[in-house]
């Protein structure tokens, strides 16, 4: 795997392979026209040596034959060669400090080479001139001197390196990570969008169509005995069933989202529970006030009151039924009451008080439900203002 260091350092070598070429073209000439005889062409072979691996490496990166280190170790051997020679050591010197941080990968090879290539330029300047003041003086004061300044810029530019490939690996965990987030939100969105959905077809398609299944029932049991009644409560299945087209209009994209009827609050609630008490038979005390409320209100008052009527139809047996709305100094508050069997409450486990529950506290609000069994249950929606 190449690592962002890797790719940092390979972007350098290559500016560096035409400068390398050019200078090492510059020391052939200076070789060819300061030194003479066998001494020249042993340099000119070293340089040589030197400068062919170092254009094997560039061209054949992966050579089976030319690796890395082994270019820093002819590197090493030239080194030590020219400087027994006395010719062009210190130009090659300088020349090549970068190969050894570019080829050695890690800092620890890179000083090891280095400190090698030291050590040989000492010991063939040392062999060539001896314990002398010019071997003092030239080569073991310009040799440290070159090697301190390459460890130093060496590791500067190392740590400039890991630093940049630090940074871009924060930033591609930042960009992953900001990803991730994104995905999740959007299915967080999804989920949020399913479970509204979900609490809309419940509290209006599905309680349409037990509404219609329960007039269906009975309009069938009334057909030999009371003509009537099962002609009124097949007209009540025609516009129950309209509503529900409606409804399921609405759901998928009409202009009145979430299904808010026109007209007041009292008056939405009104024909609300007219419906019910024809449809179900039952006494339905309503006590509606005319109030002024956003959108969000209305739906959700709308909502807890068809869920609250139809768990009356379905659960609760009761005779009398009680529907109050009202205008509170601290908010809306809606209650339903009804005179049945009643039921614990722990014990619930429906979808529609769940729902009720969810949709008021969308709004800040809160359901309150109270009840024993064969005492009746008393529903209060409360929405603040």
């Known amino acids: 795997m190449v690592t962002t260091a890797d790719a940092l350092w390979a972007t350098s070598l290559r500016r560096w392979n035409v400068v ?12 060819t026209a300061l030194s003479q005889g066998a001494d020249r062409y042993a340099a000119l072979a070293l340089l040589g040596s030197v400068a062919l691996c170092f254009v094997v490496l560039d061209r054949r990166p992966a050579h089976p ?11 090493v051997i030239a080194l030590a060669g020219l400087a027994y020679l006395g010719t062009s050591y210190a130009a090659l010197f300088m020349v090549t400090l970068p190969h050894y941080w570019m080829f050695g990968r890690t800092p620890r090879i890179s000083l090891a080479f280095l400190g090698l290539a030291t050590t040989g330029t000492l010991l063939g300047g040392w062999v060539r001139q001896g314990w002398s003041g010019k071997f003092f003086g030239e080569t073991v004061v ?31 965990e930042l960009e992953r990570t900001q990803a991730e987030l994104t995905q999740a939100h959007l299915r967080q969105g999804a989920a949020e969008e399913r479970e509204r959905m979900a609490r809309e077809i419940h509290d209006t398609l ?18 030999a005995t009371d003509p009537a009644r099962s002609a009124r409560q097949l007209v009540s299945i025609e516009s129950t069933a309209r509503e529900n ?27 609300i529970v007219d419906r019910f008490a ?38 609760a047996r009761a005779s009398t039924v009680g529907v109050l709305l009202a205008r509170r100094p601290h908010g809306v508050e809606l209650e339903v009451t009804d005179d049945g ?13 769940d729902g009720m529950r969810k949709r008021l506290a969308e709004l800040g609000g809160r359901l309150t439900v109270t009840s024993s069994v064969g005492d009746g249950t008393r529903i209060l929606a409360v929405i603040p203002a």
């Open 206 to 223: 599905a309680q349409g169509f037990a509404s219609i299944v329960v007039l269906a029932e009975a309009a069938r049991d009334g057909l």
């Open 278 to 315: 024809e449809d179900t038979g039952l006494t339905v005390d309503a006590e509606l006030a005319d109030l002024d409320c956003d959108q969000q209100t209305r739906i959700a008052l709308l909502r807890c009151t068809q869920e609250a009527l139809a768990n009356v139809r379905k659960h």
């Open 341 to 353: 069997t009643g039921f614990v409450v722990g014990a619930s486990t429906g979808f529609g008080l």
């Open 20 to 31: 390398c070429r050019l200078l090492f073209a510059a020391m052939a000439v200076g070789i």
């Open 142 to 172: 310009g040799t440290l001197i070159v090697v301190a300044v390459g460890v130093l810029i060496g590791l500067w530019a190392r740590a400039v390196v890991e630093q940049s490939s630090e940074r871009a690996r924060l930033i591609m």
């Open 65 to 75: 034959v030319v690796r890395p280190h082994g270019y820093l170790a002819v590197l």
């Open 245 to 271: 087209l409606a409804e399921a209009r609405e759901l998928v994209g009409s202009a009145r989202p979430g299904g808010a009827h026109p007209g007041s609050v009292a008056q939405t609630l009104q024909r």
